[in-house]
């Protein structure tokens, strides 16, 4: 089973709790306790990155899915957002870490059928 780091869990679970309601600040507070500051630092430009691009995440979820219309479900978006924001805006990540991380949490999350989409 791969390794999938701090960071990412962090901001993927600060992100479900944000899409759920909870306040972006708050949600990182408490997601990011305890974490070394290097992750923190990677879990709060993910999670700020992909609240500040969603539209275009979205328009890019598309146009690589190659459907017009894409409609997924929330713990599938934020695992294809987050995929999607890493690969575009983060250059220091390598490509097949943010794939495979993305990839890894959906099935660990019991999304197999989403996995091959992200």
């Given at each position: ?43 709060h430009t993910i ?19 190659g459907r017009k ?12 957002y987050m995929g ?35």
């Open positions: 089973m791969a390794i999938i780091s701090a960071a990412r869990k962090a901001a993927f679970e600060a992100l479900r709790r944000i899409h759920g309601g909870g306040l972006s600040d708050v949600a990182l507070l408490e997601e990011c306790r305890g974490l070394e500051a290097r992750d923190a630092g990677l879990a999670v700020y990155g992909v609240l500040r691009h969603q539209a275009q995440l979205e328009h890019l979820a598309k146009v690589f899915s219309i894409l409609v997924l479900d929330a713990t599938t978006a934020i695992l294809l999607i924001y890493q690969l575009r805006y983060l250059t220091k990540i390598p490509a097949h870490a943010a794939v495979m991380e993305s990839v890894e949490l959906a099935k660990r999350l019991k999304k197999r059928s989403a996995a091959g989409l992200i």
